[in-house]
């Protein structure tokens, strides 16, 4: 057998396919670790949406409601029905 000497390109092209390869699966990682990151925070910005909503909705039924709506009328604007005297407690 006769050895060859010289350069080896196909150790060259194997390590070149090597470094690439390596390269493109740690870019992948790293993005997918942005997109998780975001997708936390979007879960997080949705789910404190979903409770602002779930509180609105409440208080929607609570403003349709005509003996809510007297007692915010009363406590809140210091409203009173005819002939009724307003109270209201003095600060100390």
């Known amino acids: 057998m006769q050895k060859r000497s010289g350069f ?3 150790a060259l092209l ?4 090597v470094v690439y ?7 992948q990682q790293v993005h997918l670790s942005h997109v ?5 925070i979007a879960d997080k ?3 404190k949406a979903k409770a602002t909503n779930e509180k609105l909705r409440k208080e929607l039924a609570e403003l349709q409601d005509i ?3 007297e007692r915010l009328a009363r406590e ?3 409203l009173a ?3 009724e005297m307003p109270y209201q407690a003095t600060r100390q």
């Open 21 to 27: 390869f390596s390269t493109v699966l740690i870019s």
């Open 36 to 40: 998780s990151e975001s997708q936390r």
């Open 45 to 47: 910005r949705l789910e």
């Open 14 to 17: 194997m390590f070149a396919m």
């Open 67 to 69: 003996n809510n709506i």
């Open 8 to 10: 080896n390109w196909f």
């Open 81 to 83: 029905k005819e002939g």
């Open 76 to 78: 809140e604007l210091g």
